[in-house]
């Protein structure tokens, strides 16, 4: 079956776009820059999806897990060892004799690996040939969730071992500053630094990370695993700092759930800086066992696009930042109004007696105005009369209006009678 948007739980094979990471600048320097970046071609595995997928996507956002054909190197300063890494069947080679990772269809590499500590951001850029996920090797979710209790085992490792070497003496701070630079954990640690931190527009799926947490208290036979959902910044800014639309009187969960943006429809400004990737399921149509790439790699890319980008943002600080959706849609900007569409009747101010037939793209016969513009076309039914005679109704539908909209479309069955992935769908 085809997909406008990837699965999760499963590999591809990715190479990011640096031009078209930097084309909205419409600038010269930072194209010719991007243009001289050579990147190549990686394989990973899909974690997690961290919005819906709508078709009018440019991009759909996804955690991702960079695979390796070596172990994990080891870093002592920061707690870890080569063995904190899971083979990927039919690979079994390791130090400690892991149980492998297994996938649903065999996998076609036998020499590769997970690491911890080895995840980031991107973005998978929509393609018109859609996504076939027969193509694409996955994993079943006991064998996800195992892994990622084995990979929280190992942070767990991690910790203790910074603790021991606290304990051990403090003196070897100067010796641990020095071995991380240009360490390969630097690198991957700058994830922090190139993921777009939480600003007043950002989104926070950028932000979304799943943190697996054994509860201790128990025998080792008798632990019970459980998955908490966690921000990246894990702890480091308070919930107003993270929520800055919020007001204060907010619960926490509450205000968390307004951060997600699940339904993509505030300013993603951060998103800039995520890599921009195209993807493919068919793993050995791309690479071989020898030609597969260190994941170190990747992160120098996404480094060396980011300063690009950085630059280009500083020379020309007033760019609008990239739009997520085609349609505009957006509860943060106020350019789009239903005023704007010649089909609204702004006499219906009863949001159930909205109806969306169809998304479409149309040029706007304007005299004042030549450029063509995105419109939807509605089916609207007059309600009861509410208001008094003679009493005008507001020229704009409030925001919450437009949130229906888009919610209510998402769930009819939309574009050309194909079913949206990962949505439900009923007459």
């Not at 459980?226 to 993270?242: R, V, W």
């Not at 993807?279 to 030609?291: F, G």
């Not at 106020?334 to 006499?347: V, W, Y």
């Amino acid at each position: 079956m085809k997909r406008s948007c990837p699965e999760p739980l499963c590999y591809a094979v990715i190479r990011i776009d640096p031009v078209a990471m930097v084309e909205h600048f419409n600038d010269p320097i930072a194209t010719a820059e991007a243009c001289a970046l050579r990147p190549k071609k990686y394989l990973v595995y899909l974690d997690t999806g961290l919005d819906l997928p709508f078709p009018t996507n440019s991009w759909f956002k996804f955690l991702i897990s960079l695979v390796a054909t070596r172990l994990r190197p080891e870093i002592p300063a920061k707690g870890i060892t080569s063995d904190m890494s899971i083979p990927i069947y039919p690979n079994t080679s390791h130090p400690t004799g892991r149980t492998p990772l297994y996938t649903e269809d065999p996998f076609p590499f036998a020499n590769c690996y997970h690491w911890v500590n080895n995840m980031t951001h991107i973005r998978v850029r929509r393609r018109d040939s859609e996504f076939d996920e027969n193509q694409a090797v996955k994993v079943t979710p006991w064998e996800h969730v195992t892994m990622n209790i084995t990979l929280s085992e190992d942070q767990q490792r991690i910790a203790a071992n910074l603790a021991r070497s606290t304990l051990h003496g403090r003196s070897e701070g100067s010796t641990r500053t020095q071995t991380e630079t240009g360490s390969p954990d630097a690198l991957i640690s700058s994830t922090e630094a190139c993921d777009p931190a939480p600003t007043t527009q950002s989104s926070s799926s950028t932000q979304d990370s799943r943190t697996l947490t054994v509860l201790s208290g128990a025998s080792d036979g008798d632990k019970v695993h459980t998955f908490i959902q966690a921000n990246l910044l894990q702890g480091e800014h308070s919930t107003a700092e993270l929520l800055p639309h919020a007001p204060s009187e907010y619960d926490p969960t509450v205000a968390a759930i307004f951060r997600m943006d699940v339904f993509g429809l505030g300013h993603d400004d951060g998103a800039e800086l995520l890599p921009l990737v195209d993807l493919w399921y068919e793993l050995t149509e791309h690479l071989t066992e020898d030609t597969i790439p260190d994941p170190l790699g990747f992160y120098q890319e996404r480094n060396a696009i980011v300063k690009i980008i950085q630059d280009a943002r500083a020379r020309s600080p007033n760019m609008p930042f990239p739009c997520r959706n085609e349609d505009g849609l957006s509860l943060m900007s106020e350019e789009f109004s239903f005023e704007h569409n010649a089909d609204f009747n702004p006499d219906d101010s009863s949001i159930p007696h909205v109806e969306i037939v169809s998304l479409v793209q149309e040029p706007v016969n304007d005299s004042t105005n030549d450029d063509v513009a995105l419109t939807e076309r509605f089916d609207v039914q007059a309600p009861p009369q509410l208001a008094p005679e003679g009493q005008s109704p507001p020229a704009q539908v409030s925001k919450m209006k437009m949130v229906f909209a888009r919610v209510r479309n998402t769930f009819l069955r939309p574009w050309s009678m194909r079913s949206p992935a990962f949505l439900p769908w009923w007459p």
